[in-house]
Structures are given as structure tokens and as C-alpha cells.
């Protein structure tokens, strides 16, 4: 959303830096509040993501020492599939531990 406002502001300007029209000045204006929207939920969403990337990273690791301790292993097995009477191929992943 940032880039582009950024793109809109910077077509609307001539080589000086002026507007081209009124027209072009008040695109550029929708243009800057995309760019602080933009800005604005990067911060947010960012945070929230690194916010609840550590919680689950955390989750992971009690997990992994949990599965450690008690000397079992984690498998994970991929197996294809195709499925000719609808004509459809899939994919499965299949975790155990």
C-alpha cells in the first residue's frame, strides 16, 4: 500500500517537484494517506506477527524438548495421490510423533 502511494505521489509531480493540476495535487493527497496507511499497518500487523511468532516459537520449542524427553521421534511423511475417476492430484503431509 506504501509503494503505491508512493508511485501515485511521485507521478502527479512534475521535474520540479510541482503539481502538475489541481487534479494530479489532491491524487497526491490520496496518495500520501496510502502511504501513512500503508506505514501504518506494517507497524501494526508487523508487531502482532512478531508478537505471535514468538509465542509460537516458544510453543515449538516445549514441544520439541517434551518429544526429546521421552526419546520418541517426528516423522514427516509426504504422499501423493491421484485420483483418476475425477481426474484431481493431491498432495498430503502427514505428521507423527
Known amino acids: 500500500m506504501a509503494a503505491i502511494g508512493t508511485g501515485i505521489v511521485v507521478s502527479a509531480t512534475d ?3 510541482n503539481f502538475k493540476s489541481y487534479q494530479d495535487e489532491k491524487r497526491a493527497i490520496r496518495g ?4 501513512i496507511g500503508g506505514f501504518a499497518g506494517a507497524v501494526t500487523f508487523g508487531t502482532v506477527g512478531f508478537v505471535k511468532a514468538g509465542k509460537n516459537g516458544s510453543k515449538a520449542t516445549r514441544v520439541r524438548r517434551e518429544l526429546i524427553r521421552r526419546n520418541e521421534p517426528i516423522t514427516f511423511r509426504i504422499s501423493p495421490a491421484y485420483n483418476p475417476v475425477n481426474r484431481y492430484a493431491r498432495l ?3 505428521v507423527q510423533f
Open 92 to 94: 498430503a503431509l502427514s
Open 15 to 17: 521535474a520540479n517537484g
Open 32 to 35: 500520501a494517506w496510502m502511504m
